[in-house]
């Protein structure tokens, strides 16, 4: 393994295809399971990349029964008539992967599974001991400071995810972190309360109250848009408010991950204050590996004549320059 | 007796090491599956159309997952001829792989250049016509689904095209497949590949739009396999079997019972495409399950199995 001294970028392994069993699940706030995964010890990636999910049964795969596992062939005649391969969604989806542990030879990766759709859903309703069909790892990954600045790490809801994987990687190389995370409601919010977040209505105000920022040693601003917990409206508003009190020392990086409309709002204020400011996007994706052209966004490219091109998510992100992106198009 | 499959299969002028090939546009420009195995393990590669200027594709979203499928209109996004043939190509040209490039164009002036040049490089196995793109305003599809048009663009390729196998991917949007195959194989076609993606609209019920910013795209997986096993049927039954024209059989191939089908329709190979979405590793799961399969049957060859269709089903 090949350490950049600077920035503690370790190279990555190229994506595999793996059968990874789901060792944990756990439920958190309103319809979020986090699902943790037994991944090969050589395992290597970097906060921000992802993992292909195929969400649907391997039929396959040998069954499982009592944990005796059956081969393929039956000892049966074969049966003649329709017996339907496919069952559930067809391409794959994007996870990021979130907190990775690691124990010895044994390496997990944590993801966070919000319901949405038959996808998320088949993930959600996986049990212990299922194996988990995942091509990865896939993207680009957040670059952590060359200095000694305050990283801003901007999370709405399962825009958690990466975030929390960057927040282990940010304390481990020492550098200074402060967290703001947003979600529609208190109840919502897929994290441990260290104690019950109280509400402090149009004040951004840093606490200890989340978990798993807190055990990082990183204090947490919270926001919900109905004002039940930390400050009252969208997390981009906190930290704009907290922009506007300025900073000590060198500027902020900011690190963002979350729904579209959060970004962009997380670009505007990294543009208005000249922050350097890296996101993670999230797109539909046919394929995760650069063949299916589906994922495109639109970036600033004074190279071409239109003086921006399409990029892959996928493969030139998911984790881009914020400052760099065109947002007109989802 | 030797109970050795040969799995080797002859396409136009291609000698194919096995009936599996990658499909347009599902597997780039070859290396992107590179990462999850060896290319060279594959009868062919079909590569993404190109155009002879490099083009954008269309605005985002591109894609949508239907039940059992999945459309699309990417837009003939690629990156032209000419970085095709100096960047992409030699890449390719380093696998052991047959290469069939695809090539797209809003004019038959731009089909017929792109394929004169195309001929001339030496690492071009074979030239698909794409006629058969639902997604593009202009060219692809018209060609695709006007039997004088077809024939038309097809003769003047086949005058451009000497060394390479011309092969014709058909359009499954017609009436009848089959007269679209006639006029391809009459103006010289080589072999025939179907079908391409079926026209569809997926519309979200929430909003009142229509989930593509392009309206409609190509609907494929395993949602369209059984209209391309009988579209394939029936251009084996009306053309491609008497007039000893190869069949490239696309549509749902994910396993190699699916491979099986499209043999016995009368393929004489297949190309894999949204299942290297589903499973990048599919193409070499196919190529070394296929062996076991033509064994079990007692074939020696999946030429053996090329149309090999029983009078009538069970009743």
Same mark, same amino acid.
């Given at each position: 393994m090949k350490a950049d001294a600077a920035t503690g970028n370790v190279n990555v392994l190229p994506a595999r295809r793996l059968k990874l069993p789901v060792l944990d699940r756990r439920h958190a706030g309103r319809e979020f399971v986090w699902l943790t995964l037994e991944a090969p010890a050589d395992w290597r990636s970097l906060p921000g990349q992802f993992v292909n999910v195929l969400c649907m049964p391997d039929e396959h795969a040998p069954a499982a029964t009592d944990g005796r596992v059956l081969d393929g062939?039956?000892?049966?005649p074969r049966t003649e008539g329709l017996e339907l391969a496919q069952p559930g969604p067809i391409v794959r989806r994007p996870y990021s992967i979130s907190r990775i542990r690691r124990e010895g030879d044994r390496v997990r990766l944590i993801l966070l599974v919000q319901r949405r759709g038959a996808g998320s859903r088949f993930l959600q309703e996986q049990p212990v001991g299922a194996a988990l069909d995942v091509v990865g790892p896939l993207g680009t990954y957040f670059t952590p400071p060359t200095d000694e600045r305050l990283c801003v790490l901007v999370s709405g809801g399962c825009g958690l995810a990466p975030i929390l994987g960057l927040a282990d990687r940010l304390a481990a190389l020492g550098k200074p972190c402060l967290s703001f995370f947003g979600c529609p409601t208190a109840a919502a919010m897929p994290v441990t309360f260290r104690t019950p977040p109280a509400a402090t209505r149009d004040r951004p105000e840093a606490t200890e109250a989340i978990e798993e920022f807190a055990a990082a040693g990183i204090p947490t601003v919270l926001a919900t848009d109905d004002g039940s917990?930390?400050? !009252?409206?969208p997390v981009t508003a906190a930290l704009e408010t907290w922009l506007g009190e300025g900073w000590n020392g060198r500027p902020p990086a900011l690190y963002g991950c979350g729904p579209e409309p959060m970004l962009k709002a997380l670009a505007k204020l990294a543009e208005a204050h000249d922050l350097p400011c890296q996101v993670s996007l999230e797109r539909y994706m !046919?394929? !995760?590996? !650069?063949?299916?052209?589906?994922?495109v966004a639109k970036r600033r490219d004074p190279a071409s004549n239109k003086g921006w091109t399409y990029f892959l998510t996928c493969r030139d992100g998911p984790v881009v320059d914020a400052r760099e992106m065109i947002w007109d198009e989802t | 007796m030797s109970d050795k499959v040969d799995l080797s299969v002859t396409v136009g002028r291609i000698r194919m090491k096995n009936p599996i090939a990658t499909a347009s546009g599902c597997s780039g420009y070859g290396e992107e599956l590179a990462a999850f195995f060896d290319p060279s393990i594959l009868g062919a590669i079909v590569t993404k159309s190109i155009t002879l200027a490099p083009c954008e594709g269309h605005p985002p979203p591109r894609l949508a997952e239907t039940r059992a499928g999945m459309l699309n209109?990417?837009?003939?996004a690629n990156v032209g001829l000419e970085a095709f043939l100096n960047e992409k190509l030699p890449a390719l040209a380093q696998y052991d792989v047959p290469v069939i490039v695809s090539v797209a164009g809003s004019t038959q002036e731009e089909y017929v250049e792109a394929a004169r040049a195309l001929d001339a490089a030496t690492d071009v196995a074979g030239i698909e016509l794409n006629v058969s793109c639902p997604n593009v305003e202009k060219g692809g599809m018209e060609f695709g689904v006007d039997a004088r048009l077809l024939a038309g663009l097809v003769e003047a390729a086949r005058q451009e095209v000497s060394r390479a196998t011309l092969i014709v991917k058909l359009s499954p949007n017609v009436t009848d497949i089959a007269s679209m195959a006639r006029a391809a194989v009459d103006a010289g076609a080589d072999a025939l590949s179907l079908i391409n993606t079926l026209r569809g609209l997926a519309v979200d019920p929430w909003t009142?739009?229509?989930?593509l910013t392009n309206v409609t795209g190509g609907l494929s997986g395993p949602a369209i396999k059984p209209v391309a096993l009988y579209m394939v049927r029936r251009v084996w039954e009306e053309v491609a079997g008497p007039r000893g024209v190869a069949i490239m059989g696309l549509g749902g191939i994910q396993f190699v019972e699916d491979v099986l089908e499209f043999l016995r329709a009368g393929a004489t190979c297949v190309a894999v495409g949204t299942a290297n979405f589903i499973n990048p590793e599919t193409g070499r799961e196919l190529v070394e399950g296929l062996g076991e399969a033509l064994r079990k049957l007692g074939c020696r060859s999946p030429r053996d199995l090329?149309?090999?269709?029983?009078a009538g089903g069970k009743t």
């Open positions: 062939e039956s000892v049966w917990a930390g400050f !009252g409206g !046919g394929c !995760g590996v !650069g063949v299916c052209l589906s994922c | 209109a990417i837009g003939l009142g739009r229509p989930v090329v149309g090999a269709l029983e």
